[in-house]
């Protein structure tokens, strides 16, 4: 059973102060990994899609990585507008479904 | 461009009522899913079309629930009888054809049952 686990669950940084956010899966077959920002109310947006080990997607103050057995979402002086859930979803070999964690909840103080 | 869009945005029900949540999808988009997020969790599978046809429903947690997309574009999710467990944000999302794999989400229909 394809599994998915974010960590840290909740984070707290002050404006300007860059992190990382984690996301371990355990998959048999990954077709790709997916970030999505969540806003209070709203429906997840997409970020980016990664498909193999060693690649990188940039955009804006947000760099995803990964790895065979996780991915990170690295923020770089971040902003208080980047606030939001940040969710980790994987799509296994042969499944159409998207298999999501539980996010982890980003607040930038300024 | 237009997204995904779903209505009602807001339901509340009382136990035992049914409810029909609906979705229109990105135009052009063949593949749509629904997915359940409960407070704090991330979206859980239910259930995913390609056109008209109902090719995954192994995430509808009983046989209480209901989806169809009977033309192949909006899509409808039906709960009957309804229980407080089904308390949920439904979100639907729709996916382009030509190997692209990610979905792109409405909203979502915040429903209340008391």
């Known amino acids: 059973e394809d599994q998915v686990t974010q960590s840290p669950e909740a984070l707290r940084l002050q404006e300007g102060e860059s992190s990382s956010l984690n996301c371990s899966y355990t998959v048999s077959g990954l077709r790709g990994l997916f970030w999505y920002r969540q806003d209070p109310g709203k429906g997840p947006e997409f970020l980016f899609t990664l498909y193999s080990a060693g690649e990188e997607k940039e955009k804006e103050r947000l760099k995803a990585t990964l790895t065979k057995k996780e991915s990170f979402l690295h923020i770089t002086a971040p902003k208080p507008e980047d606030s939001a859930t940040y969710l980790c979803?994987?799509?296994?070999?042969?499944?159409?479904?998207?298999?999501f964690g539980q996010g982890t909840r980003l607040t930038i103080n300024p | 461009g237009a997204g995904v869009s779903q209505s009602p945005r807001y339901k509340v029900a009382k136990r035992g009522q049914d409810v029909a949540l609906r979705c229109d999808p990105i135009s052009g988009h063949v593949s749509l899913f629904w997915y359940q997020q409960a407070l704090g969790q991330g979206p859980e599978f239910l259930t995913y079309f390609q056109n008209e046809a109902q090719l995954d429903k192994s995430g509808l947690p009983s046989d209480r629930f209901f989806a169809e997309r009977p033309e192949g574009s909006v899509s409808t999710l039906k709960i009957q009888r309804t229980q407080q467990e089904d308390s949920a944000v439904y979100l639907c999302?729709?996916?382009?054809?030509?190997?692209?794999?990610?979905?792109?989400f409405g909203p979502g229909t915040r429903l209340t049952v008391t």
């Open positions: 979803a994987v799509a296994g070999q042969g499944a159409q479904k998207l298999v």
């Open positions: 999302a729709s996916r382009r054809t030509g190997g692209a794999l990610e979905q792109y």
